[in-house]
């Protein structure tokens, strides 16, 4: 009899230690989720498949001043559009990327750039290249879409301003 009420005691402190941890790790969750307004995903904001459609989200490489870009990409079952990116001594770089099927990945092997590409959204996301980086690097996508999958990939071309003047 003694040992079954010992029992009993362990299980209920057991359980009381699990129900704490979960209360805690919901806490958290909501804590980060709305007070601090944390978000699973990118900085992403809602796009319909009409405006892009329309073209009103136009693929491309834009300089806005001297070494700060924006990059609107189009991802899609399997490639990403524009292909290939020239960055020239680049301090900042937004990256916009929508995706027109289906969930993909966008990320450049050895940087920081890595972040998921949700269909019906603007994916944005700000790169600020370390200094005196330069070469060809590898866009890939890191999210399994379909067959073409391990084709799906772009790159990445940072040039210094002073290697260009010198031809
Ligand atoms: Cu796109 Cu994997």
């Known amino acids: 009899m003694a040992h079954e009420e010992e ?3 362990i299980e209920f402190v057991w359980i009381t230690i699990v129900a ?3 209360a805690g790790l919901a806490a958290s ?3 980060y989720g709305f007070a601090k307004g944390f978000n699973p995903v990118c900085n992403a904001t809602p796009v ?3 405006a892009l459609e ?3 989200f136009k693929p491309g490489v834009e300089e806005i001043a001297p070494g700060i870009y924006r990059v609107n990409i189009v991802a899609r079952q399997f490639s990403f559009e524009p292909s290939e990116i020239v960055l020239v001594d680049p301090k900042r770089v937004e990256f916009r990327v ?3 099927d289906v969930i993909h990945g966008f990320q450049i092997p050895g940087t920081s750039v890595n972040s998921m590409v949700l269909p019906g959204y603007v994916g944005v996301f700000v790169w600020e290249p370390p200094e005196g980086i330069e070469g060809e690097f590898l866009i890939l996508c890191n999210e399994y879409c379909g067959l073409g999958h391990d084709y799906m990939r772009a790159k990445v071309r940072i040039v210094s301003g002073e290697s ?3 031809g």
Request: aromatic content about 4%.
């Open 29 to 31: 969750m909501a804590y």
């Open 7 to 9: 029992g009993g005691t």
């Open 48 to 50: 319909s498949v009409e």
């Open 164 to 166: 260009l003047l010198e």
């Open 20 to 22: 704490a941890v979960i």
């Open 98 to 100: 929508v995706s027109l």
């Open 54 to 56: 329309a073209g009103e």
